[in-house]
T-cell receptor, first 114, second 113 residues
């Protein structure tokens, strides 16, 4: 059972366009993290959001955590070819004592064409 | 480089062989995680260590899989009698505190022929 649903699964756009990808769940998470992963590499953390309604900006990337801490979105302004990659969201939940276990979505594969 | 390192980066083996992967976490990170990622999927949790103690294992971790972290520093993941379905990217991550960020290594790509 996939607890985190990411949409769209694939996205191909032209350089300079804006885009938004979504991460939705029926579960409440302690925090939600966004990662970017390039082929053959491990995921690299972009941001962690903790508070419901929180908005974080990282240059051209804007991350929002839903009020109920069940969903999140990532908006990229003026996409560049270097933004190409697999964008993964991961929700953290306390599991068995002190372990905050991450549950990942399947990711959105973004291709930015020159 | 003080990030999480994993060796080897790639492993090709024949079905039925045993393989072992190594993960060196960031220094002083006492929490270490193993994940498996197959094509088109996000990483799936396999197991978790706090120092040398293995505190949680996923149902994905069959009896053929064993993980150790003998001195609370590096960790190994062994797969015995590999099957083609074991082909995947095996990722290691570490973090310093209960709710701290997890930092991932580059992964080991396993191909079972």
């Amino acid at each position: 059972t996939q607890l985190l649903e990411q949409s769209p699964q694939f996205l191909s756009i032209q350089e300079g366009e804006n885009l938004t990808v979504y991460c939705n769940s029926s579960s409440v998470f302690s925090s939600l993290q966004w990662y970017r992963q390039e082929p053959g590499e491990g995921p690299v953390l972009l941001v962690t959001v903790v508070t419901g309604g929180e908005v974080k900006k990282l240059k051209r990337l804007t991350f929002q955590f839903g009020d109920a801490r069940k969903d999140s979105s990532l908006h990229i302004t003026a996409a560049q070819t270097g933004d190409t990659g697999l964008y993964l969201c991961a929700g953290a939940k306390l599991s068995g004592g002190s372990n905050y276990k991450l549950t990942f979505g399947k990711g959105t594969l973004l291709t930015v064409n020159p | 480089d003080t990030g999480v390192s994993q060796n080897p980066r790639h492993k090709i083996t024949k079905r039925g062989q045993n393989v072992t992967f190594r993960c060196d976490p960031i220094s002083e990170h006492n929490r270490l995680y193993w994940y498996r990622q197959t094509l088109g999927q996000g990483p799936e949790f396999l197991t978790y260590f706090q120092n040398e103690a293995q505190l949680e294992k996923s149902r994905l971790l069959s009896d053929r899989f064993s993980a150790e972290r003998p001195k609370g520093s590096f960790s190994t993941l062994e797969i015995q009698r590999t099957e083609q379905g074991d082909s995947a990217m095996y990722l290691c991550a570490s973090r310093p505190t209960e709710a701290g960020t997890q930092y991932f290594g580059p992964g080991t790509r396993l191909t079972v022929l």
